[in-house]
Nanobody, 115 residues
Framework: QVQLQESGGGLVQAGGSLRLSCAAS????????MGWYRQAPGKQRESVAQ???????IYADTVKGRFTTSRDNAKNTVYLQMNSLKPEDTAVYYC?????????WGQGTQVTVSA
């Protein structure tokens, strides 16, 4: 299993930016894909972005063009750069790691966007 630690959440005004980080306990090359998810109060957890071990990225339509995920292999860290934030982006953001049949989750970080 992979230990994951998110950071970088906070309170920001609409139109602002935040960068989330997800530090993994092992080399990113040993992880098939890492993803960012979010869960707003009363809603189901939804996928935001995915990045594979080869660096391919996939984004949800709701964040395409505003969010960018990237990876720093030397730091075993994946990032989620969030620009042009909207109040509807308010949620707890989680990162996950898929390694074979095992999926690991971080504890989440709160992002709150005020109008």
């Amino acid at each position: 299993q992979v230990q994951l630690q998110e950071s970088g959440g906070g309170l920001v005004q609409a139109g602002g930016s935040l960068r989330l980080s997800c530090a993994a306990s092992r080399s990113l090359f040993s992880i098939d894909a890492m993803g960012w998810y979010r869960q707003a109060p009363g809603k189901q957890r939804e996928s935001v972005a995915q990045i594979t071990s080869l660096g391919y990225t996939i984004y949800a339509d709701t964040v395409k063009g505003r969010f960018t995920t990237s990876r720093d292999n030397a730091k075993n860290t994946v990032y989620l750069q969030m620009n042009s934030l909207k109040p509807e982006d308010t949620a707890v953001y989680y990162c996950n790691a898929n390694r074979g049949p095992v999926t690991s989750w971080g504890q989440g970080t709160q992002v709150t966007v005020s109008a």
